[in-house]
């Protein structure tokens, strides 16, 4: 990632956080709140125009329910303390991150589709029942997850701060000092004899994943990080996809009662999509801030560094969701 792009992404965080300081984030949840409310209003109209056959109804329909979860994404929200702080903690990639905020947006959109006719069709459930569901339940559920997904980031992060300190230090490097080789001797016999010459075979190897003695003794690094990056996508986007947008449960209620199942299920999901866009622009900012600290310091300082922002990181994302947890309840 070229420095000034990230030298940007700093300094946008920066900003940020006197903004929050000041008490913007408060004003900006006014402002979303605000939003969403004028965009349920708007969506109630446009499923008006819909059922009366007015064209463009449903393009406007999925419009409005995109910017619904623009705004739903920009208040107080869970998917975006996540995905920020593992965008700290960890070194992902952005691509990937990316990926998985995308992907945890649109599997927030299938729980509430799983939701709804499970409630309405298996369950018999009333509106009311499902939301208070979704906010009495699915919701506490989901932050506890959370916060223990920063509890084990913040663990992650201590224990390699544990490892680098001078004592574990001189720990490892006595048992590298060991280091699994071994020698073999091999013979037909105390001596063996092949046309008039008289020789002994000796040889020696070193085992690693893949050596060439012809089988593998563990997987290679590149397979374990693969493992591990796979392991924590599922455990961010099922921390996020746990609880589903109000907003989705109320759009997919009506029109199953309209019967225009099809247009409500669309609509959940363009609702996902408006919420990735801001859980996205988190993932970005989060992995220029923390690009642009480890730009700023020497090798020996970046490998200390790097545990001790993700348990930072961690910690943080354990706190807000804990917080959010205990307002809930």
């Known amino acids: 990632m070229p420095r000034g792009l990230i030298l940007t992404g700093v300094l946008v965080l920066a900003a940020l956080l006197v903004f929050w300081g000041l008490g913007g984030m408060d004003r900006l949840s006014d402002w979303a ?28 329909l999925i419009g409005l329910a995109f910017a619904y979860g623009v705004f739903h994404a920009a208040g107080p929200g869970h998917g975006k303390v996540l995905i920020g702080g593992y965008g700290m903690a960890a070194r992902v990639r952005l691509g990937p991150l990316i990926a998985i905020a995308l992907a945890s947006s649109l599997a927030q959109a299938t729980t509430a589709v799983v939701l709804v006719y499970a409630g309405v069709l298996v369950l018999n459930l009333t509106r009311e029942t499902m939301v208070g569901v979704t906010e009495d339940i699915f919701a506490p559920v989901s932050y506890a997850a959370i916060g223990l997904i920063g509890v ?81 996508a599922l455990m961010l986007i099922a921390g996020v996809a ?37 859980t996205i622009a988190v993932a970005v900012l989060a992995v220029w801030a923390r690009e642009g600290t480890i730009l700023a310091l020497s090798e020996g300082r970046m490998a200390r560094a790097l545990p001790l922002i993700e348990f930072g990181a961690g910690l943080a994302v354990a706190l807000i969701s804990f917080q959010m947890m205990r307002a809930a309840l």
């Open 152 to 232: 084990w980031l913040a663990w992650r992060g201590a224990r390699r701060l544990w490892r680098q300190s001078p004592g574990q230090g001189a720990t490892r490097a006595a048992a590298a000092a060991q280091a699994h080789h071994h020698d073999h001797q091999h013979d037909h016999g105390p001596d063996h004899h092949h046309d008039g010459h008289h020789h002994a075979h000796s040889h020696h190897h070193h085992h690693d994943e893949a050596c060439g003695c012809g089988h593998r003794h563990g997987p290679t690094m590149d397979e374990i990080a693969e493992v591990r990056g796979f392991r924590d």
């Open 242 to 278: 746990i609880r589903p947008c109000t907003g989705a449960l109320f759009l997919l209620i009506l029109t199953w009662r309209m019967g225009i199942d099809a247009v409500g299920i669309a609509g959940a999901y363009a609702m996902g999509l408006g919420t990735a866009t801001i």
């Open 33 to 60: 709140a605000a939003g969403q409310r004028d965009a349920q209003n708007a969506l109630a109209g446009a499923l008006r125009r819909l059922r009366a056959g007015e064209a463009g109804a449903f393009a406007a």
